[in-house]
């Protein structure tokens, strides 16, 4: 009986060797699958499935199969579980992931690639503090998106690496309706290509920073702060 694999729910065929580059039997072309996207050795570097009602939960065994991933951009679908941090700091390539309005539960992976540059989990049930997984930024980290979860602790400080890209990479923060707690961090006055700040609805407190009102950050436009317990200077 042949199988169309593209009529098959995501989590039945990425593990199994029907996937592109497999060794099944089923193994189809890259081009053959929307939203997959190989480079010129066959490897997929591309996986783009968002919106597709898929319900499973995404473990090791699943992203194991896709090392090469630049792009992973499953979101507005059905997933559930933890997140399988390990997997996710194995690949080197990662530029983007986006796991946003899924329903992964657990801690939020601490990724630190050198290539990562969007990572997008916002509206889903993570837990935990991210303090230390971002005491320092991953050197080319444009946008850190967390909101709508269930984290608290403080806010991470996102350092940037001695001797690598200038603080000028990250461009937005969004960790909006969680439940952080403590100050704004004053290490962010470090990354002056900041153009967009949203903590809002959170349990921060204390003197509103005063490089949030100066000209530190040159490139910011928006800065939200709303339903929080601080106070101006």
Known sequence: VNIDLRQKPYCDWLGSGDWPGGDGEAAVACDALTGVGCDAAGNVVHLSLAGR????????????????????DLRSNQLSGAIAEKSLVAMDELETLDLSRNSFDGDAPCLSGAALRELVLSHN????????????????????????????????????PVATIPSGTLLALDFSDNFFGGQIPAAWSANFGLQVIDASRNALQGELPLFLMSAALPALYALRLSDNALSLI
Do not use: D, F, K, M
């Open 125 to 160: 049930r993570l837990t935990g503090s991210v303090y230390e997984c971002y005491a320092t930024a991953p050197p080319r980290l444009r946008s850190l998106e967390l909101a709508n979860n269930r984290l608290s602790g403080e806010l991470p400080e996102l350092r940037w």
């Open 53 to 72: 009602g898929l319900q499973c939960e995404l473990g090791s065994e699943e992203l194991a199969v896709i090392p090469l991933l630049r792009t992973l």
